[in-house]
């Protein structure tokens, strides 16, 4: 919907005054009255008050309540790599934050939600959570504010001014027809609009989307026709029959073809491209051909909205209207197939992704996939409720790079051992989802897990010598051993490997996986000229594909190697650059470790101030991570060595005021001034 705020003056003051005053708020009403715009315009009011932020988790997509802790978590950047409970996780992150927490249509979650706002409530006395829901939570602590219509116009009152509802029409009116406006002479029409629609903002905008085709006379009459055939059950409320009515209405006024697709949209969690729709919607009386120019109408009459800042460009449906046409596809009898089609599309994706991953288009990938984070889980969701763990390991399996490197492990963990579990037997399949579940268990530290997903992955690929193969035995053998301190074990491991990579394997990354790993043995045994020399191949080799994450982690293992050469300015020169590359794909267990040795560097080259600024930076990082310096007892030791130079250097008192700055600076502001870039970090230098 348009995005213009019409009105809502004294329930915005409600809002913004129960905000000031309550810690749990709800927000209450049908759907379409406008909960979600009124609670973010409230949200950023109060902002002054909350000091670490406002964080507004969108909560329609979500279907899986066991999920809930962690799309918050992903919300406040919380990328915590242990294999702790997210919600002990969350709430010990919470606990000393000034934060107000939106969560965004919650009627679908009640239980969930009510119950993860009660603990996180109880853990974070400075915590504030603003709820959007159609019914209430149900808690001791609510504070509910129920959300009426607009305000309508009065009997024989034609002023727009003096009613919202009225005001309402008239924008959306003006925008779906530029440079007509609407009449003297129909304004008793259009109040009545307004008041036969109860002032609902969804079907005020729904009704003005047609004002580009219909007068509002010829509007009014084929509403009045429809209230009169569907709002006879008076067992429904008056306002849930009216929204109801709206979008019927507004759906028989829609071409044949526009109300087929509608309902096939109902399948997409969180938008959807063009060519989704293209592969997902068309069939049968729908040509391909014809998607777009029915994707556009849809998106004239409202029922769709398109997002054309996103490239390509993505559409997305109000939740309402996607109840609305998943009805109808249920009706056509369409649900299993079009979902089916939904399922195909994605695992397609997933593949391709998994493909492209370790090359040119890395970061692309990166960003689609995240942009579709919502249909990969609500496939996901269908393929495990129904029992297709083949096909959902086929899909979690291709996904490992979306969950290894962009913080999502415990996610991708719980997807691969459900789907694990419906697939005993030995299939391709399996093996992949086995390889993948190993890595997400290595990078999380749980390293029991990781050596028997190790041991049955090498099991499973006994007899195949494939060299991408054999690698990715070796990271995940040699990964269990290296992260348990035995690196001797690592090594023979490592020595065993082919030296050259494969091509056409099903582990097209394993290859550079398997080089960074070596880097980081090296680096554990204090063989740093290898360690340098090594880690330069491969980031030679990056470029050469044009990928960029495994480019940055062995940046970091070169300037760490240079570190330990005490090749200063190398040192930072390249610790700055796998930072930047780093800044890109936002993964924050590379970031911290990046910071942590530009921190030593600084130190090293006599920037005292910076380099403990860094250090507080980090560990601001390190807390999101939740496993401090990689749980690497080397790593571990190399911060404390940095903090006892610096402290040496500074004084306890100094050290602690730069450390500070850093430590409440904010990851992003802290990032820019590692890289000299002008920040709020750097005043008062």
Known sequence: MNGTFI????ELTALSTALGEQRLVTLSGVGGVGKTRLAARAAHARRADHPDGIHIVELSPLQDPTLLAITIAENVRLADRTTRHQTE????????????????TCEHLLGACGDLAELMLDAAPGLTVLVTSRQPLGRDAEHVLPLRPLSLPAPGSTDPDASDALALLRDRAEAAAPGRRLTERHAAESAELCRRLDGIPLAIELAAARLNAFTVPDLLARLHARFEVLTADSRTPRRHRTLRTTIGWSHELCEPLERLLWARLSVFRGGWTPEAVRAVCSGGPLPERRIESVLRGLAEKSVVQCERSAEPP???MLDTLREYG??????LGETTAVRDRHAAYFRDLAKAGDVACMGASQVAWHRRLHAEHANLRAVLDFLLARGDGRAALEVAGALWFFWFGCGRQREGRGHLRRALELVPEDC???TKGLWSHGTLALIQGDLEVAAVAGREFAEAVAGQDHPDTRHAVTYLVGGAHCLKGNQRAAYEVLDAAPQSPGDGGSYPAAWLLTRLLRHFVQLQCGQFAEAAADAAVTRAECERRGELWVRCFAGYMQATAELGMADIGSALAHAREALAGMRILEDSLCTAMILDVLAAALAAAGSGPAGARLLGVADAIWLTVGRRQFGAPELSAARADCERRLRA???????????????????EDG????????????SGD
């Open 649 to 667: 250097a500074l004084g306890d008192t100094a050290y602690e005021k730069e450390f500070r700055r850093g430590l409440e600076a904010g990851a």
């Open 671 to 682: 990032v820019a001034y590692a890289l000299g870039e002008p920040a709020l970090l750097a």
């Open 314 to 316: 993505r559409y997305r």
């Open 7 to 10: 009105g809502r003056t004294a």
């Open 326 to 331: 998943a009805q109808w596809l249920a009706e």
């Open 89 to 104: 996780v969350l709430c010990e992150w919470l606990a000393d934050k000034r934060l107000l927490l939106v969560l965004d």
């Open 428 to 430: 391709p399949e399996r």
